[in-house]
Nanobody, 123 residues
Framework: QVQLVESGGGLVQAGDSLRLSCAAS????????KAWFRRPPGKEREFVAA???????DYADSVKDRFTISRDNAKNTVHLQMNSLKPEDTAVYYC?????????????????WGQGTQVTVSS
């Protein structure tokens, strides 16, 4: 069973940047699509961004042009560069892997999840 470990969360001010990282324990999962989701306080988990094995990307409208997802297949990692952070970006951020194909935004499609990392953006 693959384990995903996120890091890089923290408390920042509006306008600041953060870089989240996620490392997967199993190399056999290195080529599956990977994604970031987030759960804002009191809300449902929502899609943030996804990346395919060959660097195709998909972003939620709320983060497009501010966030950048990337991956290193050799290191089996995925990253989320978050710029121009806003208070509404405050959430627990999760990385996830799906073996069901590319272009999926629903959390139900992702079978493997990290434990989450807290991002708090103050105004």
């Amino acid at each position: 069973q693959v384990q995903l470990v996120e890091s890089g969360g923290g408390l920042v001010q509006a306008g600041d940047s953060l870089r989240l990282s996620c490392a997967a324990s199993e190399r056999s999962f290195s080529t599956y699509p990977k994604a970031w989701f987030r759960r804002p306080p009191g809300k449902e988990r929502e899609f943030v961004a996804a990346i395919s094995w060959n660097d195709g990307t998909d972003y939620a409208d709320s983060v497009k042009d501010r966030f950048t997802i990337s991956r290193d297949n050799a290191k089996n990692t995925v990253h989320l560069q978050m710029n121009s952070l806003k208070p509404e970006d405050t959430a627990v951020y999760y990385c996830a892997i799906t073996r069901r194909g590319w272009g999926l935004r629903g959390a139900d499609a992702y079978g493997y999840w990290g434990q989450g990392t807290q991002v708090t953006v103050s105004s």
